[in-house]
């Protein structure tokens, strides 16, 4: 093993393929405000069916054993060191940031299984439900809700236009009549005007007059870049307007010589997706395992097909794969049945 240290910030999709990779190769330190590794993707059935969920998280220990797990979030960066929010200063020669989407999360996996089952537990109880947001949080959680509790209430609010934006209008339309044979009543172009983050239910109001009655409500918009931390960092002149890191080809900051950048938090132009960001963990991953050996060589990062499934309940998904829209069982079959945790838990290699 190279006596070089490799510092990552963010044990997410991205971040935690790098760490396993690189774990014999070098010294390892893995900054994550979470102690667990969480498929982000199978959240929403967790919500259903909480007992799904103790697959999903996975302690970073367990699939990383070589890692030095620092259970805190990142909060400065120098030249040579990456500071903790608990004081902790972490020396590194290389350093790569992979922070993804900014999420309030349980640091222990315990908790964030009471999290899960206290969501249930809510769903349950409820005879109607507000989900406020059309992304594929907002579709998923509108598709499992209606898929296992076919006798609820489901109103959908999004302000844009359509459903599931970030894909073609097809996939959209694909999704509206899906949620339309389940009974879910999608209201597009509004937005709730009167969430309150310390109560849940009652009579919500739209920006276009509706008054909507829910028992409780699901807030499914979407989160902000794990970037605002870094504005008063080395790193300030290499975010981009929309909060992205800055990358060349190689997914080094642009500017900077031993830092790298992978996942959501770059500014790479592709989809968003997570089996991208686990093709940028393995790029970079070549590129340290070179520079910790003393050879200078940069894998470049060329991006992959781009491909999107958003399930719909267990049996049913949309999916834009190429730019062809698709719907119905082979999408289905692809994510639906246990949304990739066979697969995901197998790269990382835990059973
Ligand atoms: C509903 C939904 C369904 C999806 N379905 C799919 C799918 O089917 N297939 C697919 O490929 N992609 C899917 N995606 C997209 C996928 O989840 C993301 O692209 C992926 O999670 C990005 O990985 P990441 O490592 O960049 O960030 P994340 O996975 O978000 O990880 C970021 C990590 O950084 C940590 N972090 C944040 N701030 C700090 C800090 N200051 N210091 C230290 N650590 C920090 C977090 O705790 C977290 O562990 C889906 C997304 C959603 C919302």
Redesign the pocket.
Known sequence: MANKKVVI???????SVLAKTLQEQAQVYL????EYFEI??AS?RCMVEPTFAEKTLINHSEYAPNVHVITS??VGITENEVKTAQGRVVPYDYLVI?????EKTPSTKREKLSVYRNENGKIKSAESILIVGGG??GV?LAGEIATDFPGKKITLVHRGPRLLEFIGEKASKSAMKWLAKKNVEVVLGESVTNLDSNQDGGVYRTSGGKSIVADCHFLCTGKPL?SS?MKETMLKSSLDNKGRLMVDANLKVKGQRNIFAI???TDVQEL????L?QMHAGVVAKSIISLVNGKQKLEVYKSGSQMA?VSLGRKGAVAEISGMNMSGWIPAKM?SGDM?VTKTRKTLGVK
Do not use: M, N, R, S
């Open positions: 910030v963010g044990g997410g999709v991205a971040g900054i994550d405000p979470k982000t993707w929403l979030a990142a992979a922070t993804g989407h900014d594929p949080t998923e794990a931390w996942g959501d938090i968003k997706q997570g089996y960001a499934i994510k990739f």
